[in-house]
């Protein structure tokens, strides 16, 4: 089994920093692309963050020059450093990892997410 557990969020006032983690442990062989997704009331799912093993990273334009996703592959960890908050960047936040597990099945394994409310 894999598992997926994010961690970081809070309550945050408009312009300030959140670090998000997640950790990604078991049954694994190769962890590929990790990425951060978040999702608000009532909006789809959107793409917050991605980055390869290799440390190539792709942003969302809205998230760009104000998040920074970094990766310890040592710790198969992945990180969401978020400054500039703003009222609209309240979701839940939520990692995904795509796994290649030591019975070499691959798979997009999801976290639960961690909430990230931006308020004054």
């Known amino acids: 089994q894999v598992q997926v557990v994010e961690s970081g969020g809070g309550l945050v006032q408009p312009g300030g920093s959140l670090r998000l983690s997640c950790v990604v442990s078991?049954?694994?062989?190769?962890?590929?692309?990790m990425g951060w997704f978040r999702q608000a009331p009532g909006k789809e799912r959107e793409l917050v963050a991605r980055?390869?093993?290799?440390?190539?990273?792709v942003y969302a334009s809205s998230m760009k020059g104000r998040f920074t996703i970094s990766r310890d592959n040592a710790k198969n960890m992945v990180y969401l450093q978020m400054d500039s908050l703003e009222f609209e960047d309240t979701a839940l936040y939520y990692c995904n990892a795509d796994i290649i597990k030591k019975d070499w099945r691959r798979n997009v394994h999801w976290g639960q997410g961690t909430q990230v409310t931006v308020s004054s």
């Open positions: 078991g049954s694994i062989f190769v962890v590929n692309d």
């Open positions: 980055i390869s093993k290799e440390g190539s990273t």
